[in-house]
């Protein structure tokens, strides 16, 4: 089932004073499918935020439809959907239980307080549950705002940037409760600038350029041809002198690694060396990273 469809997305953004025009998003398509985990990616000003914010009934579209649940009431939409938005700011006079007790009403629910030291012991917040939000530190801040978006348990969560401000101990321990989360069958659309969490987390992507999408797909299908180069292992060749025509060598005792550039001398390596006697132990591929693939996309 599609969570989320988008059809010819367009957002345009007037300027009176300016008398122009901007498209914040232009002819955007995209879906998510139930129980993914879906990374939305692009640069700044690429139209990654309007899209979230015109999912979650924030801003409206200039044209195009956006489905939620296959037509579902947009009312009823957001009572299954937990927001985190990129910069969040809550009441500062507050508490942390005191803030989750107030989103935990708005949802129509009487959370008990058991189950809200729960949600911000699960975040890394147990100690500082009675803390002002006023003392809290940008990653604290972070870490609030994924305990308001779980609160009413929502079977959608859209979070904006979700790791920004966070150090790398704080990014690790929320990327695991967000694949934790996405294991129990919640439906994650996330947004980010850290690539290399976006691909330890995520199994599907859209890449958004100037508010189009230039590209979308599963992860292990958009890397898979975007082969850098190819590790061999071989062993029993005694003069290798002859391999250095064919990509860089490095030997470990017994042990030789030749790195190909092409798949030509791959297949023209493995084969010379089972002529000559010689063992192939392995052959890996190494794979561009999300990061080149998306700095690929971007110059492109």
């Known amino acids: 089932m599609k969570v989320i469809e988008i059809k010819n997305l367009v957002k345009i953004y007037s300027s009176p004073f300016m008398r122009r ?3 914040g998003v232009n002819g955007l398509n995209m879906d998510v499918a139930e129980g993914e985990t879906f990374g939305l990616l692009g640069p700044n000003g690429a139209g990654k935020t309007t ?6 009934g924030l801003l409206k579209p200039s ?3 956006v489905m939620l649940w296959g037509g579902m009431d947009m009312i009823l939409a957001k009572k299954r959907m937990g927001f985190l938005p990129e910069n969040p700011t809550f009441y500062r ?3 942390g239980i005191e803030l989750l007790r107030f989103y935990s009403r708005l949802y129509d629910r009487n959370t008990k307080e058991e189950e809200l030291e729960e949600i911000l012991e699960l975040v890394g917040l147990k100690k500082d ?3 002002r939000i006023s003392t809290y530190s940008k990653g604290m801040i972070q870490r609030i705002g994924f305990a308001q978006a779980f609160i009413g348990d929502p079977d959608l969560l859209i979070l904006d940037e979700p790791l920004s401000g966070l150090d790398p101990i704080g990014r690790k321990e929320l990327k695991d409760l967000i694949q934790k989360v996405n ?3 919640k439906t994650i659309l996330l947004s980010s600038h850290i690539l290399s969490d976006v691909e330890a987390i995520c199994n599907r992507v859209g890449i958004i350029i100037e508010g189009k999408m230039k590209k979308i797909g599963y992860l292990r299908e958009i890397l898979k041809t975007d082969i850098r180069y190819t590790d061999i292992e071989i062993e029993g060749i005694k003069k ?5 025509k064919y990509g860089n060598l490095r030997e470990e005792g017994e042990v030789t690694y030749i790195r190909t550039s092409d798949e030509e001398k791959r297949d023209k390596v493995i084969k010379l060396i089972t002529e000559k006697g010689g063992s192939v132990i392995s052959v890996v591929p190494q794979r561009m990273s999300l990061e080149e693939h998306f700095m690929k996309t971007v110059y492109e």
């Not at 290798?240 to 250095?244: H, I, Q, R, V």
């Open 21 to 23: 025009k901007t498209f």
């Open 51 to 56: 899209v979230l914010k015109i999912i979650t």
């Open 63 to 65: 044209s195009g439809s």
């Open 93 to 95: 006079h507050l508490n």
């Open 129 to 131: 549950i009675y803390r």
């Open 183 to 185: 294991s129990s069958g």
């Open 240 to 244: 290798k002198e002859w391999l250095k």
